[in-house]
């Protein structure tokens, strides 16, 4: 396990809730922020782009890449795979960047079990209806798709206690106040701090 891995962010809760939208806000708020692009079986929607908001493959190449030990996480979410690569996490936390997730509950799981300091949000809305509205409003998925996630969502309420914060996304200006607060806080993580540095300025070297 890395020591930067306190500069790790994730974000889960149920699709719908604004994780991407707030994800964007940080990457355009903060620097050296890296997004852990996942790479996924589902189909790609309309607007999405190939390797900025995931890599999409068939299901044969993600199996072989669960065979070949590629993902550190990867969980079955709504009927598709989903799993983050482990290999560009490692090189973004060794160059210190804040690593930011936007995962599934199951994911949220793995993430801590493998870095236990990482921080985490469940981010939610305020009832269900405020979230089907937001699917429907969003208009990227069939009513099919938007009751499987509905139905979803309501399960995944049920891993809340295993989260550091909680985010009810109701106004938008204060959940990215709140989210860009909570990462801005990550780089003050006592073990984030080069010791040996302010030792030696203390001691006049
Ligand atoms: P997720 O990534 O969790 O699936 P999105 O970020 O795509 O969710 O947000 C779902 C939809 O809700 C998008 O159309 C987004 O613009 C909208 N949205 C996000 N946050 C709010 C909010 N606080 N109030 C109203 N609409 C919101
Ligand atoms: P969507 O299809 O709406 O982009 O994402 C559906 C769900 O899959 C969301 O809850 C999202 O956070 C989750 N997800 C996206 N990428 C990953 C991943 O790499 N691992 C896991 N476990 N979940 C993911």
């Given at each position: 396990?890395?020591?930067?891995?306190?500069?790790?962010?994730?974000?889960?809760?149920?699709?719908?809730?604004?994780?991407?939208?707030?994800?964007?806000?940080?990457?355009?708020?903060?620097?050296?922020?890296?997004?852990?692009?996942?790479?996924?079986?589902?189909?790609?929607?309309?607007?999405?782009?190939?390797?900025?908001?995931?890599?999409?493959?068939?299901?044969?190449?993600?199996?072989?890449?669960?065979?070949?030990?590629?993902?550190?996480?990867?969980?079955?979410?709504?009927?598709?795979?989903?799993?983050?690569?482990?290999?560009?996490?490692?090189?973004?936390?060794?160059?210190?960047?804040?690593?930011?997730?936007?995962?599934?509950?199951?994911?949220?799981?793995?993430?801590?079990?493998?870095?236990?300091?990482?921080?985490?949000?469940?981010?939610?809305?305020?009832?269900?209806?405020?979230?089907?509205?937001?699917?429907?409003?969003?208009?990227?998925?069939?009513?099919?798709?938007?009751?499987?996630?509905?139905?979803?969502?309501?399960?995944?309420?049920?891993?809340?206690?295993?989260?550091?914060?909680?985010?009810?996304?109701?106004?938008?200006?204060?959940?990215?106040?709140?989210?860009?607060?909570?990462?801005?806080?990550?780089?003050?993580?006592?073990?984030?701090?080069?010791?040996?540095?302010?030792?030696?300025?203390?001691s006049g070297n």
């Amino acid at each position: 396990m890395s020591d930067h891995a306190y500069q790790i962010l994730v974000l889960a809760g149920p699709s719908g809730a604004g994780k991407s939208t707030l994800i964007k806000h940080l990457l355009q708020s903060l620097p050296d922020v890296y997004f852990s692009i996942s790479t996924t079986t589902r189909t790609k929607r309309e607007g999405e782009i190939e390797g900025q908001h995931y890599y999409f493959v068939s299901q044969e190449a993600f199996l072989a890449g669960i065979e070949n030990q590629q993902f550190l996480e990867w969980a079955c979410v709504h009927g598709d795979y989903y799993g983050t690569s482990l290999k560009p996490i490692q090189e973004a936390l060794q160059a210190k960047q804040l690593v930011l997730f936007d995962i599934d509950v199951q994911g949220h799981r793995s993430v801590r079990e493998v870095y236990p300091k990482a921080t985490s949000i469940f981010i939610t809305t305020k009832n269900a209806q405020v979230l089907q509205d937001r699917l429907e409003k969003r208009q990227t998925d069939s009513l099919a798709v938007i009751a499987r996630r509905m139905a979803t969502a309501f399960k995944e309420l049920q891993d809340v206690d295993l989260f550091d914060y909680v985010l009810i996304n109701d106004n938008l200006e204060d959940a990215k106040e709140m989210v860009l607060s909570v990462a801005k806080t990550l780089r003050y993580k006592q073990q984030m701090f080069p010791k040996d540095a302010l030792y030696q300025a203390w001691s006049g070297n």
